[in-house]
């Protein structure tokens, strides 16, 4: 110990000294990872909105992905009992058996997917559990397929690991054919699929044929996937969600992510679980351990209830969900917009009119500056979002009221172009 001292008290202070020469300070640089890893886009949008907001400025906020309602009463309830029983010490890092149990029972019942009594591992909400899933199976230089569009993070999840995302064009691929599409993709680097249905940002929906073929596809080349099923209670019309994990041979190399953000309106409690097969599972149970060591044990009690409700709760949500998502297309095509009305999640994926040009930053800054209407660039979700710009129909009635008769008044102006913004304050 004496020689390992000396050593760090020598470097301590050349260290000092080449300092004291240069008169700066020297500080070790972040870790090279980060070099490729972005920073959101929609979190740039959500600035530039609270910089107006501050500037008294009234924004129409479609920018966003929170449901509309607030958490249910029920749930916070749960929270509020747990507290008053003392539910505040350690849980076990996997989660509490109550809750455990019955994710099992709702998968098994709900989604069809034949987990096991250890599959389920609580995550504190599904960006953390796709994060997990990504670290459990990623090693630098693999490949990761993905269909475009797609959910912002997720690219830069990848990169993070030092992997690859390797995009698919969804709309061309579901035209032409899944399997051929994934097989020009697919490399000897590729390690697994990243599959999320219903889809952010466009609201589309796989189909359950569509799904068996991907999963035919993956099994026979032996990948693995990472199924985002962050929507999969809010879907309006036709077939219900589809689990990958479903199938038969699926659940031995698929990790489901799921998360109470979306169906419960828990955005902010940040709970979620993952259903891991056998193989991946203390992976996956190191990564939750030394990333935060459970999920707080009175929110686990509130997760609990929350998969209890009843689906007249689901019922009424999404009907609520159906009336401002119809509104807000209608408007949108009265403004100009072309789109058609997707069957799922919380978003509009319509292509900007003419009169707002093909570039969707320009147009979304235009909306914005203009308008005051708050939508993401169409091209953060991928190339093939160039074009589009997405709205959020999960907000007030009177938000999407105020965002359409805005539209309509940028739509009226003179086709000159001359449409100069509102002067900030």
């Not at 989660?95 to 997917?113: D, S, T």
């Not at 985002?228 to 879907?235: C, S």
Request: charged share 25%; proline share 7%.
């Amino acid at each position: 110990m004496s020689g390992l001292r000396t050593r760090d008290s020598r470097a301590a202070q050349r260290n000092a000294a080449s300092q004291s020469k240069t008169g700066l300070e020297e500080f070790p640089p972040a870790a090279r990872r980060f070099e490729s890893v972005g920073f959101s886009e929609i979190v740039k949008v959500r600035n530039r909105v609270l910089e107006l907001l501050a500037a008294g400025h009234e924004v129409w906020r479609f920018e966003g992905g929170e449901p509309y309602m607030p958490t249910p009463q029920p749930i916070k309830d749960a929270m509020a009992a747990a507290l008053a029983r003392g539910e505040t010490r350690y849980a076990p890092s996997s989660g509490i058996p109550e809750l455990r149990k019955a994710i099992v029972q709702k998968a098994r019942g709900k989604n069809g997917i034949p987990a096991d009594d250890d599959s389920p591992i609580v995550v504190n909400g599904g960006m953390h559990g796709l994060f997990s899933a990504f670290a459990t199976l990623l090693d630098p230089g693999d490949e990761v397929l993905m269909f475009s569009p797609y959910w912002t993070p997720i690219v830069d999840v990848v990169a993070y690991h030092g992997a690859l995302p390797v995009l698919v064009p969804a709309a061309r691929a579901r035209r032409e054919g899944l399997t051929a599409a994934l097989a020009r993709a697919k490399t000897p680097r590729t390690k697994l699929l990243y599959w999320n249905s219903p889809v952010n940002p466009t609201g589309d929906v796989f189909s359950r044929r569509e799904i068996e073929e991907v999963c035919a596809f993956v099994r026979e080349t032996g990948l693995a996937i990472i199924s985002d099923e962050a929507y999969e209670d809010l879907i309006y019309e036709g077939e219900g969600d589809v689990s990958p994990a479903s199938f038969p041979g699926m659940f031995e190399r698929t990790i489901s992510v799921f998360t109470l953000s979306k169906t419960y309106s828990m955005t902010g409690w940040r709970a979620g679980y993952v259903l891991v097969p056998k193989r991946w599972r203390l992976p996956m149970q190191t990564i939750v351990l030394y990333s935060i060591n459970g999920v707080s044990t009175p929110t686990q009690w509130a997760a609990l209830e929350a998969l209890r409700l009843s689906d007249a709760f689901l019922r009424e949500a999404r009907e609520g969900y159906r009336r401002r998502r119809d509104a807000l297309v209608a408007g949108l095509r009265a403004g100009g917009f072309e789109i058609e009305t997707p069957r799922a999640a919380l978003y509009l994926f319509p292509r900007v009119p003419a009169y707002l040009g093909t570039d969707s930053r320009a147009a979304a800054r235009a909306l914005l500056d203009t308008a005051r209407v708050a939508t993401v660039p169409g091209l953060v979700f991928g190339p093939e979002g160039e074009g589009h710009v997405r709205f959020s129909f999960s907000v007030s009635e009177d938000t999407i009221a105020g965002g359409v008769e805005a539209l309509k008044m940028l739509d009226a102006m003179p086709v000159s172009r001359e449409r100069r913004p509102i002067p900030r304050v």
